[in-house]
């Protein structure tokens, strides 16, 4: 069981009911886990909406913050297969325009955010890339999915006139353009 030693003792049983869930769902249909389960932006869309019914006539403040679409892509299977690779554009660039970029520019073009334990870019096929940016639009579609029953929930509870959506993001992905991938 997994064990959070700084949080309260219902968290950790919470966690541990949840590591058997895991173990039971898992041994049973191991795919059915990640694309039903164990996907953050789906969850952090399922407590907002939640959150949402439970404070319907009071008011308050929600951020969702889902931590797609970043590193590692790995949308659910039922996502990616929406988008096709081969049609994916390549990344652009040029070679030589890494010799003007700083220095973090140039070591984050060998490896994701010059980790070596991440992306190995210099060694990416253009298969690979393509399979990046595939997987990258797979993201976003569930993100855009979950914003949108944030939305149909909050219409649906009566709330979407007098409530401000704000949506921002941290940055843009680079996609390997400009020898990239941020």
Same mark, same amino acid.
């Given at each position: 069981?997994?064990?959070?030693?700084?949080?309260?003792?219902?968290l950790n049983?919470?966690?541990?009911?949840m590591d058997?869930?895991?173990?039971?769902?898992?041994?049973?249909?191991?795919?059915?886990?990640?694309?039903?389960? +164990? +996907?953050?932006?789906?969850?952090?869309?399922?407590? &907002?909406?939640?959150?949402?019914?439970? /404070?319907?006539?009071?008011?308050?403040?929600?951020?969702?913050?889902?931590?797609?679409?970043?590193?590692?892509?790995?949308?659910?299977?039922?996502?990616?297969?929406?988008?096709?690779?081969?049609? =994916?554009?390549?990344?652009?660039?040029?070679?030589?325009?890494?010799?003007?970029?700083?220095?973090?520019?140039?070591?984050?073009?060998?490896?994701?955010?010059?980790?070596?334990?991440?992306?190995?870019?210099?060694? =990416?096929?253009?298969?690979?890339?393509?399979?990046?940016?595939? &997987?990258?639009?797979?993201?976003?579609?569930?993100i855009d999915?979950?914003?949108?029953?944030?939305?149909?929930?909050?219409?649906?509870?009566? /709330?979407?006139?007098?409530?401000?959506?704000?949506?921002?993001?941290? #940055?843009?992905? =680079?996609?390997?353009? #400009?020898?990239?991938?941020?």
């Amino acid at each position: 069981p997994i064990t959070v030693p700084y949080r309260s003792s219902v968290l950790n049983q919470l966690l541990t009911n949840m590591d058997d869930l895991y173990l039971s769902v898992f041994h049973i249909c191991p795919r059915l886990w990640y694309s039903v389960w +164990n +996907n953050q932006s789906t969850w952090c869309a399922n407590m &907002a909406i939640e959150f949402i019914r439970e /404070q319907q006539g009071n008011p308050w403040l929600f951020s969702y913050n889902c931590f797609a679409p970043h590193h590692p892509f790995d949308p659910p299977a039922d996502y990616l297969a929406r988008y096709n690779p081969d049609e =994916m554009p390549l990344p652009k660039g040029r070679a030589w325009e890494l010799d003007s970029k700083t220095t973090y520019q140039q070591l984050d073009s060998k490896f994701a955010h010059n980790d070596p334990d991440g992306y190995n870019i210099a060694a =990416m096929r253009d298969t690979d890339k393509r399979e990046v940016t595939a &997987a990258y639009y797979a993201m976003i579609e569930l993100i855009d999915e979950g914003v949108g029953r944030i939305m149909a929930a909050l219409e649906e509870t009566g /709330q979407l006139e007098n409530t401000i959506v704000i949506f921002m993001s941290d #940055h843009g992905e =680079m996609l390997g353009d #400009h020898g990239m991938y941020t």
